[in-house]
């Protein structure tokens, strides 16, 4: 005996409703009952909510469905209400640790922050209607740094996603956002020397 969902079983009571309130429609028409607009209104509505529920793919599930641990960057570091605390927290982990991680000291990324964090890549844009405010800078530059210092296979999206947990598509918007942040201070650091240097 097949197995069907609680979603199709609930959207075939509700056509099994349409089709007896369809057919309780054509007895009043045949009938000339005077005043139908009621039971019209109520024909809508359900026709209204059984096109609501099609389009839908999850009728049933839990506002906590697939809703995990959000990332494991809570691991390194708590999370961040600003900057300055999340690099404040980063001692959490040892130096060396640190180094593994972020591949380079503590000092330097936070120098790489400083220049970075402010850029306008890192700014919500069109977030708002998702709901979902934007990851830290201090998690796309970790992200970033791993990628940047892993070799070879170890270096693709998956085996960042299975560091981070975050989603594959996630860790190449954040490489992609901190590459643009640094290459916009190529005027800054990429000049001719002058005569002098």
């Not at 942040?181 to 240097?197: F, G, M, Q, S």
Request: aromatic share 10%.
């Amino acid at each position: 005996m097949p197995w069907f969902s609680k979603r199709v079983m609930f959207l075939r009571h509700l056509n099994g409703l349409m089709n007896h309130r369809l057919k309780h429609r054509l007895y009043r028409s045949s009938a000339d009952e005077d005043d139908d607009s009621i039971e019209e209104a109520k024909d809508a509505a359900l026709a209204s909510i059984i096109k609501h529920c099609e389009g839908k793919r999850y009728l049933f599930h839990s506002a906590t469905y697939r809703k995990g641990r959000a990332d494991r960057f809570s691991d390194d570091l708590p999370p961040p209400e600003t900057v300055e605390q999340a690099t404040a927290a980063l001692p959490w982990l040892t130096p060396d640790e640190f180094l593994q991680k972020c591949r380079m000291s503590k000092a330097a990324f936070n120098w790489v922050l400083g220049q970075i964090e402010d850029n306008e890549e890192f700014t919500t844009v069109g977030n708002e209607k998702a709901g979902r405010p934007q990851a830290s800078v201090v998690h796309h530059l970790m992200v970033s740094l791993k990628y940047i210092g892993t070799e070879g296979a170890r270096s693709n999206s998956q085996n960042q996603r299975q560091t981070f947990g975050i989603g594959q598509g996630t860790a190449d918007v954040y490489r992609d956002r901190v590459m643009r942040a640094i290459l916009k201070l190529r005027p800054t650091y990429y000049t001719w020397p002058d005569k002098e240097e």
